[in-house]
Nanobody, 122 residues
Framework: QVQLVELGGGLVQAGESLRLSCAAS????????MGWHRQAPGKQRELVAV???????NYADSVKGRFTISRDNAKNTVYLQINNLFPEDTGVYYC????????????????WGQGTQVTVSS
């Protein structure tokens, strides 16, 4: 079993910044993709940013230039630096981890964190 612990959410004003972190622990042989998704009230969960084991990144168009995803492979941790927050960024941010527990591409597992609330006020 794998546990994903997310930290860094909170209540901020528009224009301020937050840094989220997500640390994975448990029966992990290797981690492939890590990323962040968010779910606003009344909306479906959407991809925010992902980063591969090799460091390649992808971002949602709405966050490009404001959000930066990074990872520390030695710590099994992914980060999301969020700058210039908008009220539209409000939602629950979920950490995603695609990992292998045996070290084979044939046993990749998708795991989600419990989510951390980000609330942006004007």
């Amino acid at each position: 079993q794998v546990q994903l612990v997310e930290l860094g959410g909170g209540l901020v004003q528009a224009g301020e910044s937050l840094r989220l972190s997500c640390a994975a622990s448990g029966s992990i042989a290797s981690i492939d993709v890590m990323g962040w998704h968010r779910q606003a009230p009344g909306k479906q969960r959407e991809l925010v940013a992902v980063i591969t084991s090799g460091g390649s990144t992808n971002y949602a168009d709405s966050v490009k230039g404001r959000f930066t995803i990074s990872r520390d492979n030695a710590k099994n941790t992914v980060y999301l630096q969020i700058n210039n927050l908008f009220p539209e960024d409000t939602g629950v941010y979920y950490c995603k981890c695609v990992y292998s527990y045996k070290g084979s591409w044939r046993d990749l597992i998708l795991s989600w964190g419990q989510g951390t609330q980000v609330t942006v006020s004007s």
